[in-house]
Structures are given as structure tokens and as C-alpha cells.
């Protein structure tokens, strides 16, 4: 496979019952459009899609369940329009770092990722600590 960025979709697939959601709502709805848009480049140049989520404590979930739970959730329409497709990859996690006891780094340089971009939301938390993380291992993060 050729050297590639990847695109990685941060804690996007959420319920919003949690403590603090209604804060986290509006700067979601904010960020949908640029997510939207980010996953249609990357699918039509086949640029590879990885969502890394949080899975909210539920140790015996999996990418199917959770993405379920969210779009059964009251706030689905922030969840609908990037659902994960047939091609995407999925990362379960548990910290604010995507890269936080995963297998992620493995899985990129599986698919030989030279670079990555990241969105989503709590970007001060999540995405901030998963692009210091990415920084640390040499990736480019836009």
C-alpha cells in the first residue's frame, strides 16, 4: 500500500447522556459540517477512515453496539450524518489519547500512514492529546 495520511474521526459516535452534555452539544453540532466534509475528501480519494472511540466504561462493547446505542440515542442527527461506512477502521478508547493503550500505532503503520488528520470534538482534551501523542511518534497532524 502506498504512504498515505489517514483521517481520524475523535469520540464522535456519542449518546450525549453524560454529565456535561449539554455543554458538548452546541460545539458538535458546530463541528458536524467540517466532519462531514473531512469524511467525504477522504472517502472519495480512499484515504483510509479510522473512529477512535471512547467506549463510555462498557468493557464488553463493540464498534456495532456503540454506534447502535448513538443512533438510538436523542441526538442521532449528530450521529447519522458520519456514520462509519463498510470501509472505515474502528479503535476503542479509553483515555483522552487515541493512541492511550490501543492498537492504533499498529494498525497505521499497517497501512503505512505517514500522516494523519484528526477531528472531533473536546478538542482541548482528546484531540489535543491524541495530536501530542501523534507528534511524539513522528506523524504530521493537520
Given at each position: 500500500?502506498?504512504?498515505?495520511?489517514?483521517?481520524v474521526?475523535?469520540d464522535?459516535?456519542?449518546?450525549?447522556?453524560?454529565?456535561?452534555?449539554?455543554?458538548?452539544?452546541?460545539?458538535?453540532s458546530?463541528a458536524?459540517?467540517?466532519?462531514?466534509?473531512?469524511?467525504?475528501?477522504a472517502?472519495?480519494r480512499?484515504v483510509?477512515?479510522?473512529?477512535?472511540?471512547?467506549?463510555f466504561?462498557?468493557?464488553?462493547?463493540?464498534?456495532g453496539?456503540?454506534?447502535e446505542?448513538?443512533?438510538?440515542s436523542?441526538?442521532?442527527?449528530l450521529?447519522?450524518?458520519?456514520r462509519?461506512?463498510?470501509?472505515?477502521?474502528?479503535?476503542?478508547k479509553?483515555?483522552?489519547?487515541?493512541?492511550?493503550?490501543?492498537?492504533?500505532?499498529?494498525?497505521?503503520?499497517?497501512?503505512d500512514?505517514?500522516?494523519?488528520?484528526l477531528?472531533?470534538?473536546?478538542?482541548?482534551?482528546?484531540?489535543?492529546?491524541?495530536?501530542?501523542?501523534?507528534?511524539?511518534?513522528?506523524l504530521p497532524?493537520?
Open positions: 500500500m502506498a504512504k498515505t495520511p489517514a483521517l474521526v475523535i464522535m459516535l456519542n449518546t450525549y447522556d453524560h454529565e456535561d452534555a449539554e455543554l458538548l452539544i452546541p460545539s458538535a458546530r458536524l459540517p467540517a466532519v462531514r466534509n473531512l469524511l467525504a475528501q472517502r472519495e480512499d483510509p477512515v479510522v473512529y477512535a472511540n471512547d467506549n466504561g462498557k468493557w464488553r462493547s463493540h464498534h453496539e456503540l454506534l446505542v448513538a443512533l438510538a436523542p441526538h442521532a442527527d450521529v447519522e450524518p458520519i462509519p461506512d463498510e470501509s472505515a477502521y474502528f479503535v476503542v479509553a483515555r483522552h489519547s487515541i493512541f492511550y493503550e490501543t492498537p492504533l500505532a499498529y494498525l497505521l503503520n499497517s497501512l500512514v505517514t500522516g494523519l488528520v477531528c472531533g470534538q473536546v478538542t482541548e482534551q482528546c484531540v489535543l492529546y491524541s495530536a501530542l501523542d501523534a507528534h511524539i511518534r513522528h497532524v493537520t
